[in-house]
């Protein structure tokens, strides 16, 4: 089954607005994740990233925050703009697999309301 | 700078045929990753290659389907006599090394459609 998953498939938002968008994974184990942004027609693109040993990491606009305790990840947008409009995936490296093996979760919709 | 160049954006193909899809890493790196993704899903893994070698081809299916990355010129993957089930986008993506927060650039993806 996956390992990896999200809450919600789709996410709308008034432009301004803070986003949050979460994601839940099984592997107890996994020591890397990753926030991926796909607009239509294009591959993923790299957002944020962050390791077990960190709870949350912040870049431009974005946090991503970690709960090792109940396996729970979130993608924070601050402000969010008509151009964040695209299809969130978190992913995770599975540690032990021996390769740089990413595991995607499905995917949320965001769709920014202007 | 050219990031994954991935060709041909768009293929179609009819049941039975091959389907060939290239990549061409990003400048200096030598790690390469095809991931499969169908509508409304997330990327599953299917090979990770290294010039030359097939590291881990845990998720590619057993039949029809190969990858290589020879020592020059881009990555293949080959899908032999192709099925409806194939359809799907297939995106690449390169590293300078494969360590285990290694970033990795994707590139556009090629959708290929079996009529």
């Known amino acids: 089954g996956e390992s990896v998953g999200l809450h919600l498939p789709t996410l709308s938002v008034q432009e301004g607005d803070n986003s949050i968008i979460n994601c839940a994974y099984s592997?107890?184990?996994?020591?890397?994740f990753i926030w991926y942004k796909q607009e239509s027609g294009k591959g993923p693109q790299f957002i944020i990233d962050?390791?077990?040993?960190?709870d949350k990491r912040q870049g431009q606009r974005v946090t991503v925050l970690l709960n090792k305790t109940v396996k729970h990840l979130s993608l924070q947008i601050a402000a969010t703009q008509p151009g964040d409009s695209a299809v969130y995936f978190c992913?995770?490296?599975?540690?032990?697999?021996?390769?740089?093996?990413?595991?995607f979760g499905k995917g949320t919709k965001l769709s920014v309301i202007p | 700078n050219a990031g994954v160049m991935q060709n041909p954006r768009h293929l179609v193909r009819r049941r039975g045929q091959e389907a060939r899809l290239r990549c061409s890493p990003m400048?200096?790196?030598?790690?390469v990753y095809w991931y499969r993704q169908l509508p409304e899903e997330g990327l599953k893994f299917m090979v990770y290659?290294?010039?030359?070698?097939?590291?881990?081809e845990s998720g590619m299916p057993k039949e029809r389907f190969s990858a290589e990355f020879p020592k020059e010129g881009p990555s293949i993957l080959r899908i032999q006599q192709v099925v409806r089930g194939d359809s799907a986008a297939y995106f690449c993506?390169?590293?300078?090394?494969?360590?285990?927060?290694?970033?990795?650039?994707f590139g556009q993806g090629t959708r290929l459609t079996v009529v």
């Open positions: 993506a390169s590293s300078n090394t494969g360590g285990l927060d290694t970033e990795a650039f």
């Open positions: 592997n107890s184990a996994s020591d890397y």
């Open positions: 962050i390791r077990s040993n960190m």
């Open positions: 992913a995770e490296n599975m540690v032990g697999a021996g390769s740089y093996q990413l595991t």
């Open positions: 400048k200096g790196h030598s790690h």
């Open positions: 290659l290294q010039k030359e070698n097939i590291i881990d």
